[in-house]
């Protein structure tokens, strides 16, 4: 018996997780798709009807599905973009030495660890119009008060803003790693040359940061595009539509509207623009030489 | 004289810079710190921002009027138990990972991350629903490990990668069968991965808001969804909200604490050190 495990060895130990995997997730998403062709609203006394591709063609003839796809896109290629330069920017500052540096650190870790249902409820006082000190902070500097989540103009911006606080010091620890391990010489010859600080910067840093700025750019992108505790928590896609990424379209439609078929190709092709764009950049940061 | 009096200014800026940076991404958190401690007339008087009676009324109340312990619990138990499932099953397939190189497997376990949670929402609430397993810990159990188990997988990987194989072999030669090396030997060396992967889990599940959302019922409620109902009534106790808030954020700021050296070494699956 023994024997006989230690020769199958391979598939004793990953059987397991590769069976749990299979069934919570594989199978989960087959019956997903199998749903995608169907209409059904849940109920138990009628069962699902087929419908071929009639949800998918009904789903782009939607006004909202583009809008969600469109604010999907926004959102992570303005929060991510923002962050990266931000990051880049703190990582640089923190680069040099800094009394307490190691206790710094730690805390600008705390953003990302903190519970994002918590963060999100605390930005909703932190916009508050009434109440909020996002207000009285303009006010203070004579500015006019806004309405932040609740305006449609600013609601994506706001959220935007939650976001690039929450991740910006990710990006900045990961830089800083990548900053530190680089080989000094290049940057001792370009002083001697007399290379401005922007030059240095641009000719020599930003290259040899590339391997990690890949990293940190698609991790973040990944989980940028899946958002949904802070919108979810703080305007459930409100006001009206004006914040509804696809992933909170998907969840509405799903469970508050019961349009099984609907939500479930609107998650199928969710699950294949995030699959591919990380397949994408994966294959691209290997191009680019940097291993996973 | 002047290029020394030019770096100094330059030091000095870097430390402007830097600590008031730091102070801008503290923020949120000291203005709920305070909150919590206000009460709601306070709160809503914003002329006086630094007016606060610095008692615990908003504490006192959640766990009285809200039963915030029975959340506590219940996030506890789903955390505990997710966690402790997925080291079971993701330490061995880790460890045959690294060893017998099956990058299939490795990739499957990427895929499992980057897949969006919400594409198997619909099928878990239906099958749940037909195993009348709503609102039971098993259920939430099950799909927190989904978060749990392919990143300690992800975490562990390269961990034991970096540990030596004659160790394994050295057991073997002394009578262990390869189970046995692993739990007598390779186990207790890695006691670190180990630890520092179970807090990060620890802290997904914790954090765990969509999957709970459709899972949890009132007996198994965990606190991200009960925080987010506070906000369902028309009249928000803002510090209720802002002490429940701490109650749910305190300790995983304590375990990132403990775990910083490690966070994003993790987060990154150890591409990046710390």
């Known amino acids: ?292 | 004289m002047s290029i020394k009096k030019h770096k100094k200014v330059k030091v000095t800026f870097t430390h402007i810079g830097v600590y008031l940076a730091l102070f801008v991404f503290l923020l949120p958190f000291l203005w709920m710190i305070l909150a919590s401690f206000k009460t709601q007339v306070q709160i809503l008087n914003t002329s006086k921002i630094f007016d606060i009676t610095a008692n615990f009324d908003n504490y006192k109340s959640i766990f009285k009027e809200y039963s915030f312990l029975t959340f506590i619990i219940n996030s506890f138990i789903v955390g505990m138990g997710s966690t402790l499932l997925g080291l079971i099953l993701g330490l061995p397939a880790a460890y045959s990972i690294a060893r017998h190189k099956q990058q299939g497997l490795g990739l499957l376990i990427l895929v499992a991350r980057i897949v969006p949670g919400i594409s198997f929402l619909i099928p878990w609430f239906i099958i749940f629903s037909k195993l009348q397993m709503i609102d039971t810990y098993t259920a939430l159990i099950l799909s927190h490990m989904l978060v749990t188990m392919p990143f300690i997988i992800w975490v562990m990987i390269p961990f034991f990668e970096g540990l030596p194989l004659e160790l394994e072999e050295s057991a073997r030669v002394d009578g262990c069968t390869i189970p046995g090396a692993f739990i007598r030997v390779m186990l207790p060396i890695s006691g670190p991965g180990i630890i520092t992967s179970s807090i990060l889990a620890f802290i997904f599940s914790w954090n765990n808001f969509m999957f709970s959302l459709i899972l949890a019922g009132d007996k198994t409620k965990t606190l991200p969804i009960a925080i987010f109902n506070f906000i369902s009534y028309s009249d928000i106790n803002w510090g209720g909200l802002m002490a429940a808030s701490v109650i749910i954020t305190a300790p995983v700021l304590i375990l990132a604490l403990l775990a910083q050296r490690y966070i994003i070494a993790g987060l990154t699956g150890g591409s990046v050190k710390g």
């Open chain 1, 1 to 292: 018996m023994s024997n006989w495990i230690d020769r199958h060895i391979k598939w004793v130990f990953t059987m397991p997780a590769v069976i749990f995997v299979g069934l919570m997730m594989v199978m989960p998403v087959g019956y997903t798709l199998w749903l995608s062709f169907h209409e059904w609203s849940m109920s138990n006394i009628d069962p699902p009807v087929w419908v071929a591709l009639e949800n998918y063609k009904n789903l782009f003839q939607d006004e909202l599905f583009i809008k969600s796809l469109w604010l999907m896109f926004y959102f992570t290629i303005a929060a991510v973009a923002t962050e990266t330069v931000l990051g880049v920017g703190l990582a640089i500052l923190m680069n040099q030495h800094i009394v307490g540096k190691g206790i710094v650190k730690t805390l600008f870790l705390l953003p990302m660890v903190a519970t994002p249902v918590a963060v999100g409820l605390i930005w909703v006082l932190i916009y508050e119009p009434n109440i909020g000190i996002a207000n009285v902070f303009l006010q203070k500097l004579g500015l006019p008060v806004q309405e932040w989540l609740t305006s449609q103009d600013l609601v994506m911006p706001s959220l935007i803003v939650i976001d690039v606080w929450e991740w910006t010091p990710m990006i900045a620890l990961i830089v800083l790693a990548g900053l530190v391990s680089l080989p000094k010489d290049p940057f001792e010859a370009a002083m001697i040359d007399g290379a401005s600080t922007w030059q240095i910067f641009r000719k020599i840093t930003l290259p040899l940061l590339k391997p990690t700025l890949y990293s940190a750019i698609l991790l973040r992108m990944i989980d940028a595009l899946k958002t949904f505790d802070i919108i979810y928590a703080t305007t459930q896609g409100g006001p009206g539509t004006s914040s509804q990424t696809i992933n909170i379209y998907g969840y509405v439609l799903g469970f508050q509207y019961f349009k099984i078929g609907q939500a479930s190709a609107l998650l199928m092709i969710f699950f294949v623009i995030v699959l591919s764009i990380s397949i994408f950049t994966i294959l691209l940061r290997k191009r680019a030489g940097v291993n996973l």
